[in-house]
C-alpha cells in the first residue's frame, strides 16, 4: 500500500510558524514529485508548493511565495514546508501529494494530476 501521512500542523497566532511533514511509505518515492495543496471550508483545494523527485525546483503560489520554503529530506520519501509569517487567510486542512516524475517532469500545480494523497493536517491561523 501507498501512503502519504502528514503532521506538525495545528494552532498558531498570525505571524507565527509551523512546519508541516509529509512522510510517504510502501514504495520509493526518490522518482516521485510531490506537492503540498490546501482547502479551507467552503474553497477548493488549492496548490501551495512543489518539489521535484530531485529536490530541486521549488516552486510556490504568489500567495505563499516568500513565506513558505518547501524541501526534500535526505532519503527523498520525506517533504516538508517551512511556514513562516503565517496569517488567517492560511488557515486550512494542508495536503502532500505525490505523482511519479517520469509523466511529467514540468512543475505541475492542478490537483487532478496528483497520484497519491496523505490525509491531511489542519492548520489554523489565529488572528
Known amino acids: 500500500q501507498v501512503q502519504l501521512v502528514e503532521s506538525g500542523g495545528g494552532l498558531v497566532q498570525a505571524g507565527g510558524s509551523l512546519r508541516l511533514s509529509c512522510a510517504a511509505s510502501?514504495?520509493?518515492?526518490?522518482?516521485?514529485?510531490m506537492g503540498w495543496f490546501r482547502q479551507a471550508p467552503g474553497k477548493e483545494r488549492e496548490f501551495v508548493a512543489f518539489?521535484?523527485?530531485?529536490?530541486?525546483?521549488?516552486y510556490y503560489a504568489d500567495s505563499v511565495k516568500g513565506r513558505f520554503t518547501i524541501s526534500r529530506g535526505n532519503a527523498k520519501n520525506t517533504i516538508y514546508l517551512q511556514m513562516n509569517s503565517l496569517k488567517p487567510e492560511d488557515t486550512a486542512v494542508y495536503y502532500c501529494?505525490?505523482?511519479?516524475?517520469?509523466?511529467?517532469?514540468?512543475?505541475?500545480?492542478?490537483?487532478?494530476?496528483?497520484?497519491?494523497w496523505g490525509p491531511g493536517t489542519q492548520v489554523t491561523v489565529s488572528s
Open positions: 501529494a505525490a505523482y511519479p516524475s517520469s509523466r511529467d517532469r514540468r512543475v505541475v500545480t492542478m490537483p487532478h494530476s496528483y497520484d497519491y
Open positions: 518539489i521535484s523527485w530531485s529536490g530541486g525546483s521549488p
Open positions: 510502501g514504495r520509493t518515492f526518490s522518482s516521485y514529485s
